[in-house]
């Protein structure tokens, strides 16, 4: 029986040295796209995440346009959800004659439900906030452009839409602290303490009724659905309503990404292919020799395959590895760039780092994917190699 060792020799020892710099390529291409895709994807995650976490922490979950949850109702609503009074309305600010548009965020701070910015608020500052029914809380950045400090009187242009006509409406409050998130309500949102007007006079300037916070966003929509279902009359919405076609583009840029950068690994596998098929044609002679010593076809087939089955199995485990070195230090890494380079990517943003969110699945579609495109290039060359009529190739 022919010896793998005899036919590995003949076959793969002494090769075109283009075809070995050609498979070379290949390899460290493979490396660097699987490295790159890892990476983005990661970082991609991480912003999404963040997006969401800071985002979800400032809007209520679920409003539902009543200021009482009927006995049905309230059985539909999950024992951990947080169900409190709120106001939603639009209203502007007027600094040095400039106007500032704002969104009115009334709560309720003697709930001992009320969730929402609870958390994102100091305790001295909500204190203060029950103790002044007049009390108004707005994020730092625009706390600055008023140049105000606590205990300032801040005046609130808003509007009454009671009647038919529209009236514009002033409202005083003092202010008694500010917020920062770290996202774009810092510059829009401005809390307000309910116990200043009656329920009358905040459903005559926006919209009242009752919030449920959630301590999983995701299932905003079920909950929804499922209040619908038992009170069609009473209008119930969801954060989705609102932000969901923010979350969609943002997934959608993170699949336009992955495709694109899987390109990259596309790329590589050609290179298999031609470092492959270089090799199957500059040992056409040994391929027919071996065939009339006895090899099978099957066997030229597996030996092919095998060697470009390596160069993508490690070229995938490699890059993995570093994407995944990369990803765990790439605040370090564009800490060095930015030091060389004098460029500060994040300036400008609501980020002090680069948020990275690794997850499983992601690094098993990338490994199945990768493996499958350069495991199919591999075995092209190889089919082509196992067809090879050994009279005409020793020709």
Known sequence: MLSLH????????????????????????LILGVTILTVVVSVMNGFDHELRTRLLSTIPHVTVNTE?????????????AKVSPYFQGLGALNSRGRVYPIN??????????????????????????????NGIVMGAPLVR??????????????????????????????LEGEFSFGAETDYSLVVINLNKLSSDQWRAMGELGL????????????????LQANAADIPVSSWE???????????????????????????????IIAGQSMLVEDKRQNIAILRTMGAKPNLIRRLFFFQGAIVSVSGTALGLAL??????????????????????????????????????VDLLVISALTLSICLTAALLPAQRAARLDPVESLH
Do not use: C
Request: charged share 15%; net charge negative; hydrophobic share 50%.
């Open 211 to 226: 919030q449920i916070q959630l301590q999983d966003p995701m299932l905003a929509g079920q909950l929804v659905a499922t």
């Open 68 to 80: 009482i949850l009927g006995p049905e109702l309230a059985a539909k609503v999950p024992e951990s």
């Open 145 to 174: 452009m008023l140049r105000a400090q606590q205990g300032d009187v801040v005046r609130l242009m808003t509007v009454d839409v009671s009647t038919s006509a529209v009236q514009p409406k002033i409202l005083s409050f003092e």
């Open 323 to 360: 994407g995944l070195i990369s990803s765990i230090y790439i605040n370090q890494i564009m800490a060095a760039i930015e030091l060389v380079s004098g460029m500060h990517l994040l300036d400008g943003s609501f980020f002090v780092e680069i948020p990275v969110r690794v997850q499983l």
């Open 6 to 29: 005899l036919a590995n020799r003949l076959l793969f020892h002494s090769s075109n040295a283009f075809a070995r710099f050609v498979t070379w390529v290949s390899f460290v291409g």
């Open 241 to 271: 309503t609102r932000y969901g076609e923010l979350f969609q583009a943002v997934q959608l840029e993170k699949s336009m990404m992955f495709v694109l950068l899987l390109l990259v690994v596309a790329i590589a596998a050609f290179n």
């Open 104 to 133: 009115l965020y009334g709560i309720d701070p003697d709930s001992e439900s009320q969730q929402t910015l609870i958390d994102g608020l100091s305790v001295d500052v909500i204190k203060r906030l029950k103790q002044n029914a």
